[in-house]
Structure formats: C-alpha cells, structure tokens
T-cell receptor, first 119, second 114 residues
Framework: DQQVKQNSPSLSVQEGRISILNCDYTNSMFDYFLWYKKYPAEGPTFLISISSIKDKNEDGRFTVFLNKSAKHLSLHIVPSQPGDSAVYFCAASAYNHHAGGTSYGKLTFGQGTILTVHP | DTGVSQDPRHKITKRGQNVTFRCDPISEHNRLYWYRQTLGQGPEFLTYFQNEAQLEKSRLLSDRFSAERPKGSFSTLEIQRTEQGDSAMYLC????????????FGSGTRLTVV
C-alpha cells in the first residue's frame, strides 16, 4: 500500500529554469509533509517542510505547495542549478498511537524523483 | 559533532549469518530512527526510539530483526539468519523531536547478502 507516491521517476531541467517535483498521498491523516534531497552514497538531507494548516512554505529557492483537497504537494526550485541534481523524496507524517503514547514519529516516503539540471 | 555516524559503511555477508550495525546519533537528539532503502525505492520505516524506549516497530521488522538503544545514546540493529532479501541500505536518523524540522540521516550501511 503506497501511501505516498511520486509518479515521475525523473525530471530534466535547464539551468536557471523552474523545477517542479510532484507528490500525491492517500492517507488523509497525514499532518506534516517534508522534502528530502539525496546525493549518491549519502543519506537523505532535509530540505523543507509544511504543516497541513498551511498551503505554502518558502525557503530561499525552494517553495513547497500543499493542496489538501487534492492530496497533492509539490516542490518548486527557482532558479534551478546544476548542484540541485539529485534524487528528491517527499515524505509525510501522521499522528500515531503506539506503546509509548502518541507522536509524529514515523515518516512515510515516496519512491523518489531523479532531478537532472543541465548547464 | 559531525552528524549521524553509521558503522560499517559496507557489509558483505553469507546467507544465514548474523550481522549487527551501529548508529551514533547527534548527541543532543533524543529520537533515533532506522529505515531500510532498496534500489529505486524511498526509505521504509523500520523502528524508532525516544531515548531508550522503542516506541514503534514496522511490520516489515520480522522476528529476525532486533534493535536496541541502551542508555538512550547509540543504537544497534541486528539481523539474524540473513536472507538475500535483506540486501539493502540501512539508514539511521536522529532528531530532537519536532517533525517539521526534519530528521538528520547518516550515510547508511549497505548490506549485501550473498
């Protein structure tokens, strides 16, 4: 059951243009959404997050948009740079009940999108 | 503090052997997570700790997998009687709580079962 889906395995963009990475989810209990970037031979690096009470969050060149009714989020990178070439993962978190109580402990990740920015 | 450290970086083992991985989180982080990633997929949640308490385990974590975090500092993930399907990248992450601030991941341990 893939609760978080990134339907585009890859995206190719020219340097200086906008990169738009998309993510869809099915679990309406997700409250927080995050984007991670991953270079080969490294662990994922946190980029930006958004709470479900917002529809937009911006940090420098990165903006995340959330459409709760469509269960869709996107990451915009403007302007794109060759150093942005990496695998991008979206992730989501729901409030979980577990033995220790309740918390937002676990992240559910999408399959990733390979972004290539050409000079 | 140089971030989340995982050891070893690579491990090749024969099917049926036991393996143990270690994760040293960022020192002030009280939460520690284990994930597994296979080729072409995103990280899959395995388990997480708050201090020394293991709060949640995934159904992916069969009886052959066990994780510990004694004294709430470093953590170990042990896989007993390894199978070829266990071949994957095992990622550890830590956080101070507050999911919106993200988790800091280590570089992972790549396990190959032959």
């Amino acid at each position: 059951d893939q609760q978080v889906k990134q339907n585009s395995p890859s995206l190719s963009v020219q340097e200086g243009r906008i990169s738009i990475l998309n993510c869809d989810y099915t679990n309406s209990m997700f409250d927080y959404f995050l984007w991670y970037k991953k270079y080969p031979a490294e662990g994922p690096t946190f980029l930006i997050s958004i709470s479900s009470i917002k529809d937009k969050n911006e940090d420098g060149r990165f903006t995340v948009f959330l459409n709760k009714s469509a269960k869709h989020l996107s990451l915009h990178i403007v302007p794109s740079q060759p150093g942005d070439s990496a695998v991008y993962f979206c992730a989501a978190s729901a409030y979980n009940h577990h033995a220790g109580g309740t918390s937002y402990g676990k992240l559910t990740f999408g399959q990733g999108t390979i972004l290539t920015v050409h000079p | 503090d140089t971030g989340v450290s995982q050891d070893p970086r690579h491990k090749i083992t024969k099917r049926g052997q036991n393996v143990t991985f270690r994760c040293d989180p960022i020192s002030e982080h009280n939460r520690l997570y284990w994930y597994r990633q296979t080729l072409g997929q995103g990280p899959e949640f395995l388990t997480y700790f708050q201090n020394e308490a293991q709060l949640e385990k995934s159904r992916l974590l069969s009886d052959r997998f066990s994780a510990e975090r004694p004294k709430g500092s470093f953590s170990t993930l042990e896989i007993q009687r390894t199978e070829q399907g266990d071949s994957a990248m095992y990622l550890c992450a830590s956080s101070l709580g507050g999911v919106l601030y993200g988790y800091t991941f280590g570089s992972g341990t790549r396990l190959t079962v032959v």
